[in-house]
């Protein structure tokens, strides 16, 4: 059945917190589906799975889609925008999801220019210590782990939510090993206006 009532975002679970407590504060207008976070290790896992939720809720709501990916999430050649292309709907201008925390645009690439910063919102932390779990469920030892980020000097921590204490608690139990060097308390509002400027855009392509 047709919801022709308001667009749906169509998002990566890792901006799970940011957009359902926008919805919950009344700041976005918009139904929710997530693609899991957990599928982002296999770029064929999140255009297989990210195709499926497509097909469905074009058809729920009548175009009216915009996805919340970013242009780097499918592959380093634009995979995510011609995915966008093909399906006929907006997607947000922004590089990953870190990029959407902080504004979009490549801010993320302003923020870190020498690449050896790791940015955690709650999505992130979580996705995070799934990965080292299942990677030592399959063999791969702590110190083979912790290799895995020699080149990073420490974490970043994004307070989307209010909440980094908590976000602070769950980075010490994953085990990364990285140090948080800062916290950056920068609320919704980023995640908002880069949601907000894609279904503009979707409107303005549509003539609506």
């Known amino acids: 059945m047709e919801d022709n009532r308001k667009v749906c975002l169509v998002s990566c679970s890792v901006l799970k917190d940011e957009l359902q407590q926008l919805v919950k504060d009344g700041k976005l207008d918009a139904e ?41 999430c499918l592959g380093q050649n634009g995979e995510m925008k011609t995915l966008a292309e093909e399906y006929g709907i907006a997607k947000v201008d922004a590089l990953n999801c870190v990029d959407c925390q902080l504004g979009g645009g490549g801010k993320f690439f302003e923020a870190d220019p020498e690449h050896n910063l790791m940015f955690m919102g ?39 939510c209010g909440n980094a204490k908590e ?21 919704l509002e980023n995640v908002r206006k880069v949601v907000l400027d894609a279904i503009k855009k979707r409107h303005k392509s549509s003539g609506i």
Do not use: W
């Not at 399959?138 to 307070?159: C, N, Q, W």
């Not at 090993?177 to 920068?186: A, Q, S, Y």
């Open 32 to 72: 929710l589906v997530f693609v899991s976070k957990y599928f982002h290790v296999d770029y064929e896992a999140v255009e297989k799975n990210l195709r499926k939720v497509l097909e469905a809720t074009l058809k729920r709501f009548n175009g009216k889609v915009v996805l919340v990916y970013g242009d780097l």
């Open 122 to 160: 709650p999505g992130m932390i979580e996705f995070f210590a799934h990965m080292k779990q299942k990677m030592l469920a399959e063999g791969v030892d702590e110190v083979t782990f912790a290799g895995m980020f020699s080149g990073i000097k420490g974490i970043v921590l994004l307070d989307t």
């Open 167 to 187: 976000c602070c608690e769950e980075l010490e139990k994953s085990g990364l090993g990285l140090p948080i060097l800062e916290t950056r308390e920068i609320g």
